[in-house]
C-alpha cells in the first residue's frame, strides 16, 4: 500500500503557515496594498495587462513599453483570476504568499543541498533569517516594489536547482530552472537582476568545476542554462533589445542619464550605505539611523547599543562557526561569497573602493549598479543565510547530549527570529513611512480608491469618439489623494480609467517638452 510520510512535509507546512499568517496580517484591512513607485496595479489588472503586453502603449501620448513586457506571464495570470470576480487585494495577497514562501522555501532547498543531514533545525533558521534580515526588511519589504520582490524570492531557487543539477548530474534540473524563470520573468525586469542573477550563476560553476567536478558536464549544463534561459525569454529579450537601441532610449539616456551623473550617483551612495559597519549586520545605515518620522520611530530600533550588540554577536558567532568548519567545501564558498558581496555593495567606500571605483568607470554595464547596497546587498543576504542556518544546527549537534542546552538554543533563535526581528512584519510597521496614510501605522500603505473614478471611467468609454484626457493640475509623477484612506505615490489617472490621458510630466523623451510647456 502506497503510504506518504507526513513528518517529512512538517517543515514545508510550517513555512507556508509562516508566509500565510504574516498575508493575512498584511491584507486584514480587506483593501489591497499600494503606493510609492508601484502605485495601485491591483485595481484593474486587465488595465495593467493592456498597458504592458504590447511593444507600444498608448498611455501618455504613446511610450516604448520597454521592460513592461516581462510581466507578461504574471499579469495573465492575475486577469484570469479577476476575470473571475475575484477581488484585487486577495490575488495581491496571493502574490505577496507566493513571493513568501518561494523566498522561504527555495532557502530550505538550497542550505539541504549544501548541508545534506542536517537537523531541520538548520534549515528552517536559513530559511527565515532570509525573510527578516534587516536588509530584506528595507530593501524588500519597505521598498515595496514587485520586481525586487520577485527576484529576491527567485534567486535562491535558481541557485538551488543549478546546484541540484550540478549535484545530480541531470539536465533536466536546467529545463525545469528556465521554465520557471520563464513564469516569473517578471523578477529579470531590471537589467541589474539579470547581470546579477548570471553572474552568480558563473561564479558558482567555475567554483563547483574546481571543487567538485572538472569535466564537460558542469560547463555544458551552464551553457545549456543560457541557451535555454535565452529561448524560453525570448519574447522580453528581443523587446529589450529593441527598446535599447531605439531613438527614444538614446535621447532619454543622454538627456536625463549620463555616464558622470551615474558616477557621481554611484559614489554619493557609496559614501552613504557602504559602511562596513552597516554591512556585516545588513542595515541600510540611513534608514536605520535617521528615520525618526516613522511611527514609534521604529527602525531605530536596531541602532542602539544593546540591539547592536545582539545583532553583532550574532554575525561574529556565525562567521566563527563557519570559519572553524571551513574545509567544507560550501562553507568555504559562502564565506567567500558573504566577503565578495561585502566588497561590491560597499561600492566606492574605503577599505579598496578604488577597485570598484575604476571598473565603474571603464565597464559601462557598471552603471546599472550605480547604487551598489541595494543592488547587490541581497548576495550578502543570500550568502550569510545558510551560514546562519549552518551555524545554528551545529551549535544545536553539539549539545546533542543536553535536552536543556538545545532547547536553551530553540527559545534563543526563536526569540531573535520572531521578536527581535520579526516584530516589524507582524506589527505592520514593515509598510510604514513618513509620509501620511504611511505614518499611521493602523492605515500604513492600504488603498480604497473611490467608487466615483469607476463611474467616471464607464461614462467616458460610452464614447463612440476616440478619447485622450488632460488631468488636472499637471505636476510630477507622485501625487498625494485624499482618498478615504489616502494615498501618495505616481499619478494613476491611466490605470483607473482606460481612456489614455495625459495627467503628470516625466522623463520620456518629446513628451517631457510638451507637456513642460
Known amino acids: 500500500m502506497f503510504k506518504i510520510n507526513l513528518r517529512q512535509y512538517l517543515p514545508y507546512l510550517l513555512l507556508l503557515l509562516i508566509a500565510f499568517v504574516l498575508v493575512f496580517i498584511w491584507f486584514r484591512g480587506g483593501s489591497p496594498l499600494g503606493g510609492g513607485e508601484i502605485g495601485n496595479p491591483y485595481y484593474n489588472i486587465k488595465r495593467m495587462f493592456d498597458i504592458s503586453s504590447l511593444a507600444w502603449s498608448e498611455i501618455l501620448l504613446g511610450i516604448n513599453s520597454g521592460m513592461t513586457v516581462t510581466v507578461v506571464p504574471l499579469y495573465w495570470f492575475f486577469t484570469q483570476l479577476q476575470s473571475m470576480n475575484i477581488p484585487g487585494y486577495v490575488i495581491q495577497s496571493l502574490f505577496f504568499l507566493g513571493c513568501l514562501f518561494?523566498?522561504?522555501?527555495?532557502?530550505?532547498?538550497?542550505?539541504?543541498?549544501?548541508?545534506?543531514?542536517?537537523?531541520?533545525?538548520?534549515?528552517?533558521v536559513a530559511a527565515i533569517f532570509y525573510v527578516v534580515n534587516p536588509y530584506a526588511m528595507v530593501n524588500i519589504w519597505n521598498r515595496f516594489l514587485q520586481n525586487p520582490m520577485l527576484f529576491y524570492a527567485f534567486l535562491p531557487f535558481g541557485l538551488w536547482l543549478y546546484i541540484r543539477g550540478l549535484n545530480t548530474g541531470k539536465y533536466i534540473y536546467a529545463i525545469l530552472s528556465m521554465c520557471m524563470a520563464t513564469a516569473f520573468s517578471f523578477a529579470f525586469a531590471g537589467p541589474s537582476q539579470t547581470l546579477l542573477f548570471w553572474g552568480l550563476m558563473f561564479i558558482t560553476g567555475i567554483y563547483y568545476f574546481i571543487y567538485f567536478r572538472s569535466d564537460r558536464f558542469t560547463i555544458l549544463y551552464f551553457i545549456l542554462n543560457i541557451i535555454l534561459w535565452i529561448i524560453f525569454n525570448i519574447f522580453w529579450i528581443l523587446q529589450e533589445i529593441y527598446f535599447r537601441f531605439s531613438p527614444s532610449f538614446v535621447e532619454a539616456s543622454t538627456s536625463f542619464f549620463t555616464t558622470y551623473g551615474n558616477f557621481q550617483t554611484f559614489v554619493s551612495l557609496s559614501n552613504q550605505l557602504g559602511k562596513l559597519s552597516n554591512l556585516f549586520i545588513f542595515q541600510h545605515g540611513q534608514f536605520f539611523s535617521g528615520s525618526i518620522d516613522l511611527p514609534?520611530?521604529?527602525?531605530?530600533?536596531?541602532?542602539?547599543?544593546?540591539?547592536?550588540?545582539?545583532?553583532?554577536?550574532?554575525?561574529?558567532?556565525?562567521?566563527?562557526?563557519?570559519?572553524?568548519?571551513?574545509?567544507?567545501?560550501?562553507?568555504?564558498?559562502?564565506?567567500?561569497?558573504?566577503?565578495?558581496?561585502?566588497?561590491?555593495?560597499?561600492?566606492?567606500?574605503?577599505?579598496?573602493?578604488?577597485?570598484?571605483?575604476?571598473?565603474?568607470?571603464?565597464?559601462?554595464?557598471?552603471?546599472?549598479?550605480?547604487?551598489?547596497?541595494?543592488?547587490?546587498?541581497?548576495?550578502?543576504?543570500?550568502?550569510?543565510?545558510?551560514?546562519?542556518?549552518?551555524?545554528?544546527?551545529?551549535?544545536?549537534?553539539?549539545?546533542?547530549?543536553?535536552?536543556?542546552?538545545?532547547?536553551l538554543v530553540i527559545i534563543g533563535i526563536s526569540l531573535y527570529l520572531g521578536v527581535f526581528l520579526g516584530f516589524p512584519y507582524w506589527t505592520g510597521l514593515i509598510f510604514t513611512s513618513g509620509n501620511p496614510p504611511a505614518n499611521n501605522p493602523k492605515i500604513n500603505i492600504q488603498v480604497e480608491i473611490p467608487n466615483y473614478y469607476q463611474a467616471a471611467n464607464e461614462y467616458l468609454t460610452k464614447s463612440k469618439e476616440t478619447l485622450r484626457l488632460i488631468v488636472l493640475p499637471l505636476g510630477g509623477e507622485g501625487i498625494f489623494y485624499k482618498w478615504p484612506k489616502g494615498y501618495v505615490g505616481v499619478e494613476q489617472s491611466n490605470l483607473m480609467l482606460t481612456i489614455p490621458s495625459i495627467s503628470f510630466n516625466t522623463t520620456i523623451p518629446f513628451y517631457n517638452q510638451i507637456v513642460g510647456k
Do not use: C
Not at 104 to 114: G, N, P, Q, R, V
Not at 354 to 370: A, D, G, T, V
Open 102 to 124: 518561494m523566498g522561504l522555501f527555495s532557502i530550505y532547498k538550497l542550505t539541504a543541498e549544501m548541508f545534506p543531514n542536517k537537523h531541520v533545525l538548520t534549515y528552517l
Open 296 to 407: 514609534f520611530q521604529w527602525p531605530l530600533f536596531y541602532s542602539n547599543i544593546f540591539t547592536l550588540m545582539i545583532q553583532w554577536s550574532v554575525i561574529l558567532f556565525v562567521l566563527f562557526r563557519a570559519i572553524k568548519l571551513i574545509n567544507n567545501k560550501w562553507v568555504l564558498y559562502l564565506i567567500a561569497l558573504f566577503i565578495f558581496s561585502i566588497f561590491v555593495s560597499k561600492g566606492s567606500s574605503m577599505p579598496l573602493g578604488e577597485i570598484f571605483e575604476y571598473l565603474f568607470k571603464k565597464i559601462s554595464l557598471l552603471e546599472f549598479f550605480r547604487n551598489p547596497f541595494e543592488k547587490l546587498g541581497m548576495l550578502i543576504s543570500l550568502s550569510a543565510s545558510p551560514l546562519v542556518g549552518f551555524s545554528i544546527g551545529n551549535l544545536f549537534d553539539v549539545y546533542k547530549h543536553s535536552r536543556l542546552n538545545r532547547y
